[in-house]
């Protein structure tokens, strides 16, 4: 079975990871004992990618960062890649408020990986999931702005899904999946892409 390293501090996340990953046959480990230095970009494929480098400094495992954030059309993608602070911040009830008389209430989540190993990065996945923020929070599942997301092609929002039914949507499982076929695919023909620690 092969396993990646997750470096998150978030435990919905990992649970999110195993979900996608484990069709693929990808177990998922949470990385313990580093730190996710996140830099300020407007990118999030450019935060998960410094964070990473990083962390394959440090080990040969194959391991990968995730970066995510909620873009909110009316407020130009407000808080995109700020989301965490934001939710810490602001909270739910502030970005309501931010868009009490919003033209739109179209959002979208992004999530970007960075993946590595043998001490190196080697690629970067991203996906969306395109939505409407609503203007009551619903449902007790998941994190963060999950209570007031509902994903396009269904009325229920992120909070009131079972991790497999948003699993069917999320933006983080589907970057998740990318980097799975591309591993599997990649892995039968570039030898670099085995963990050297599991060839010893
Ligand atoms: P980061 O990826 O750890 O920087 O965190 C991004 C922030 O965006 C989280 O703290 C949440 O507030 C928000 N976010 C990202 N993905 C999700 C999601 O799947 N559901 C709810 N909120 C999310």
Redesign the pocket.
């Given at each position: 079975m092969i396993e990646f390293f997750f470096a998150?501090g978030?435990d919905h996340k990992i649970e999110e990871a195993r979900a996608a990953l484990a069709p693929h046959g990808i177990g998922v480990t949470k990385m313990e004992g580093f730190t996710k230095l996140?830099i300020q970009h407007p990118d999030l494929g450019e935060i998960a990618s410094s964070a990473l480098a990083l962390i394959v400094s440090k080990t040969e495992k194959p391991v990968f960062v995730?970066?995510?954030?909620?873009f909110i059309h009316q407020l130009n993608g407000f808080p995109g890649p700020y989301?965490?602070y934001v939710?810490e911040t602001l909270g739910l009830e502030g970005i309501l408020k931010l868009l009490e008389d919003a033209k739109t209430r179209k959002a979208e989540?992004r999530?970007s990986v960075a993946f590595g190993v043998n001490g190196k990065w080697l690629a970067n996945f991203s996906s969306a999931t395109e939505g409407t923020i609503q203007s009551q929070p619903r449902g007790e599942n998941?994190?963060?702005?999950?209570p007031i997301?509902v994903p396009m092609w269904t009325s229920k929002t992120?909070g009131e899904m079972e991790l497999r039914e948003k699993t069917i949507y999320?933006?983080?499982a589907k970057a998740i999946s990318k980097l799975a076929l591309w591993y599997l695919n990649e892995s039968k023909i570039d030898p670099e892409l085995k963990p050297k620690e599991s060839i010893l």
């Open positions: 998150t978030n996140e995730e970066d995510s954030g909620l989301s965490s939710f989540f999530s998941g994190f963060g702005f999950d997301f992120f999320s933006h983080r």
